[in-house]
């Protein structure tokens, strides 16, 4: 029979400490242990919005609690299996719209040519598999990444390599560290947070510098043919 977790400690202001998706996320351990943490993974793969950055940490809390019902290296491996299913499930996606259809609908984005599209479609062959890797790491594309890998059909078990290294690497830091930290586990939330700023902040400098590309480029094109 499974334990239970303790109650959850109260916050300051009467609520719980944990937040609204923290206590989902304890409820769900609760009633399924550590599969429950392969499947709050696998959820937060295919709904990005679902942050791994409190799921993690609250899983390794959770196994270093005296009533905790798995070990952090079990809360890791099911934490790892739903990030593997969940990214296979996306790359699924990704073969199903397909290489022409792909081309074709982000052709009609503005300020968006064929050329584009292809040159980036080249670095991704060349790239895609350190991609995957380093993609697994990096907060808002670590579900993204799957997308354009199964468009290209990138092989599947190459694919389910270097998603498994990556995720495994991501979830320990995570998973041990809230092991380690126990009631401080918000500081990984924390930091997690601040790289997800920069990741942010860089996103939006680099289509800013591609937009203005693009204006420059274009009226340069329109005064020669003046």
Do not use: C
């Amino acid at each position: 029979m499974l334990k239970t977790l303790a109650p959850l400690t109260p916050a300051a202001d009467g609520g719980s400490a944990f937040g609204a998706i923290g206590d989902w996320a304890v409820s769900i351990m609760n009633f399924l242990g550590a599969p429950g943490v392969g499947l709050l993974v696998l959820f937060e793969n295919l709904f990005p919005p679902i942050p791994s950055e409190i799921i993690l940490p609250l899983a390794g809390f959770t196994a270093g609690s005296p009533d905790g019902s798995f070990t952090w290296v079990e809360a890791l491996i099911w934490a790892t299996a739903g990030s593997v299913i969940g990214a296979y499930l996306l790359y699924g996606l990704g073969a199903w719209l397909g290489h022409d259809r792909t081309v074709k609908l982000l052709s009609y984005l503005p300020l968006v040519d064929r050329e584009d599209i292809d040159k980036t479609i080249a670095w991704f062959n060349k790239h895609g598999y350190w991609t995957v890797f380093v993609g697994r790491m990096v907060p808002i594309f670590r579900s993204l990444i799957s997308i354009p890998a199964g468009v290209e059909r990138m092989s599947w078990w190459r694919f389910g390599l270097f998603t498994f290294a990556g995720s495994a690497i991501w979830n320990t830091i995570f998973v041990y560290g809230g092991f380690v930290l126990g009631n401080n586990w918000q500081v990984l939330e924390e930091v997690a947070g601040w790289f997800q700023y920069i990741v942010i902040a860089a996103v939006v400098a680099l289509v800013i510098w591609y937009i203005v590309h693009k204006i420059i480029k274009a009226r340069r094109e329109q005064r020669s043919k003046g």
